[in-house]
């Protein structure tokens, strides 16, 4: 019987150590919390995600439905505060149950204390210009020019451009 050889030498990625405890945690509340915060964006809509950023499911002892809190600025506090039955109602119907029963809202200032200045971006904006796309494309041309086949070259031209473009970030 051949043995596989190790890839990862003895270690594992943290996230991958963490999963199972993480998931078991959750599901013994009926609710998979990391999923609110990670896809948030997608649950409660681009505009609510651009004002708001949940921080914390909590749960009351034996109860059923917990409450979800959001933070966002104090200019915003009534946006969100307005549309928390939305909100609300948008999170349990990608749970299919009544998974939170209430949205409470805390407000943080904008600019002065070090904890409170948040950032509700959730995805940088994209900054490249068209003419350095244009010439990080003609380099990675260049690069798979001498490939016979039409698909591998292609493919090549998408890895150079990506190697390219990420080295000119550093």
Same mark, same amino acid.
């Given at each position: 019987?051949?043995?596989?050889?190790?890839?990862? +030498?003895?270690?594992?990625?943290?996230?991958?150590? #963490?999963?199972? &405890?993480?998931?078991?945690?959750?599901?013994?509340?009926?609710? $998979?919390?990391?999923? /609110?915060?990670?896809?948030?964006?997608?649950?409660?809509?681009?505009? @609510?995600?651009?004002?708001?950023?949940? /921080? %914390?499911?909590?749960?009351?002892?034996?109860?059923?439905?917990?409450?979800?809190?959001?933070?966002?600025?104090?200019?915003? $506090?009534? !946006?969100? %505060? !307005?549309?928390? %039955?939305?909100?609300?109602?948008?999170?349990?119907? @990608? +749970?299919?149950?009544?998974?939170?029963?209430? @949205?409470? @809202?805390?407000?943080?200032?904008?600019?002065?204390?070090?904890?409170?200045?948040?950032?509700?971006?959730?995805?940088?904006?994209?900054?490249?210009?068209?003419?350095?796309?244009?010439?990080?494309?003609?380099?990675?041309? *260049? /690069?798979?020019?001498?490939?016979?086949?039409? *698909?591998?070259?292609?493919?090549?031209? &998408? #890895?150079?451009?990506? /190697?390219?473009?990420? $080295?000119?970030?550093?």
């Amino acid at each position: 019987m051949a043995h596989r050889k190790p890839t990862t +030498y003895g270690f594992s990625s943290a996230s991958k150590l #963490l999963q199972g &405890r993480i998931r078991k945690a959750a599901e013994g509340r009926g609710f $998979a919390q990391s999923r /609110v915060l990670t896809h948030w964006e997608e649950i409660a809509g681009a505009d @609510v995600a651009a004002i708001s950023r949940p /921080v %914390e499911v909590s749960y009351a002892k034996g109860g059923f439905g917990g409450t979800l809190t959001l933070l966002t600025t104090g200019a915003m $506090a009534p !946006m969100v %505060e !307005m549309r928390r %039955e939305e909100i609300r109602a948008r999170i349990n119907a @990608v +749970y299919g149950y009544n998974a939170v029963a209430r @949205v409470r @809202v805390t407000q943080t200032a904008a600019t002065g204390f070090a904890e409170g200045q948040v950032d509700f971006q959730h995805r940088p904006k994209k900054t490249g210009t068209a003419e350095a796309s244009a010439r990080i494309q003609a380099e990675a041309r *260049d /690069v798979a020019e001498g490939v016979g086949d039409a *698909d591998l070259r292609a493919a090549l031209e &998408r #890895l150079a451009a990506n /190697v390219i473009s990420k $080295a000119g970030r550093e």
